[in-house]
């Protein structure tokens, strides 16, 4: 039903490689918010606007239940090793079938089928029993979920159903593992380094427990589906009056992932009883996102992000499936992500049906020569459209899922 001309294959693809040349490092999407604006308005969507933090939102069918969200993240990472990259990360390259590029496969990709998916829906006549909204955030990278709770709770978009176009290399996820950040600070007392003895090395001490956190990872609980949660330290810092004292601060970072059954509360015992049992000076607390928008809007978010699955039986997820096979005469995957999606705020804290589907491969985010495979990108167009039909009907056909499906 929405199947894409060539031309249409080829106007989807130059609208990726205008998203992959349009810079949108975290906290600097302004100039590809304004390009998707654009972009969203040629498709024939009348309600287009940006909130206050700077999402991109747009609506089909304002007002209208049950309400059906496609969300994608237009930030990025920043390139650390630009020598490592054989194609230039801002530049769409295409070769053998591929477009090559920063963000090109997280999420850049889905942004542009997502956009061709509504001017599909809107170009075939069909009226949505619903309501179908696009809401492209900010800061997903570095604040996974934030952007999506000020949409919710601030701006009032509140979806009965939500799709996450996250890569899913054209499978459906249904959850994943949360996370904890932590930060661990040990204390000691400085003295010259020519008389070590004279003081306390707080490194020391440190190593003593990063040695009783490695011991610990491999002891943490698992689920059949999330798998087993872990634990890893990601950065070291510490502190003296010169490189010729004794260190008397030492603060390291972990990353905590949580699978299912596990929460903030339990890694932070964890943690605890590794400083009890070494007998070291030291603390751990939550650490803090502190962030403003390229709007200017502030906000504060403690790095608490909690693991969530939707059930396999659930409708949502059955729905999808069935579409998916319609379209592509292959019945799906239905997997989880490895990482971290905004679902972490719409289905482990706001309890809204959630799942994820997108093109590109998750292994090769935030990648050397990243890329996605463009006849995925092509395809994806058409099965959000597809999607948004089934799920929420169009005219006089019952939509698969009908109602509040919380």
Known sequence: ???????????????????????????????????????LNKAGIADVRVDRMGNVVARIGAGRRPML??????????????AAWQHDPWMGEVANGNLYGLGSSDMKASLAAMVFGAKKLI?????????????????????EGMAMQVLVEQEGIRP???????PTHMQICRGQRGRVEMRVDTRGRSGHAARPDSGENAIYAAM????????????????????????????????????NAVPDRCWFYLDRRLTLGENETRAMAEIQSVIMREGVPATVEITEFDGVSYTGYPFRKREVFPPWALPAEHPLVQAAV????????????????DFSTDGVYTMG???????????????????PDEHVRLADVHLAAEIYAQLAADLLGTDGRQGIVSGSTT
């Open 1 to 39: 039903m929405f199947r894409l001309t060539p031309k249409e294959q080829s106007d989807l693809t130059n609208l990726l490689v205008q998203l992959v040349r349009t810079r949108s490092r975290s906290g600097k999407e302004e100039q590809l918010a304004q390009l998707l604006v654009s972009e």
């Open 69 to 82: 969200l496609f969300n994608g993240h237009m930030d990025t990472v920043d390139v650390t090793d630009r």
């Open 123 to 143: 170009e075939s006549g069909a009226r949505l029993n619903g309501e179908l909204v696009l809401a492209f955030v900010v800061q997903e990278e570095p604040c």
């Open 160 to 166: 009965d159903m939500v799709i996450l176009g996250e």
């Open 208 to 243: 003593r427990l990063i040695f009783g956190v490695e011991l610990l990872s491999g002891n943490l609980a698992n689920d059949r589906f999330l798998g087993p949660g872990s634990l890893i330290v990601t950065q070291i810092q510490s502190s003296a009056p010169s490189r």
């Open 322 to 337: 069935a579409t998916l096979r319609q379209v592509t005469e292959k019945r799906p995957e239905v997997t989880r992500w």
């Open 349 to 367: 804290q706001a309890q809204i049906p959630t799942i994820g589907f997108g093109p590109g491969r998750d292994d090769l985010a935030h990648t």
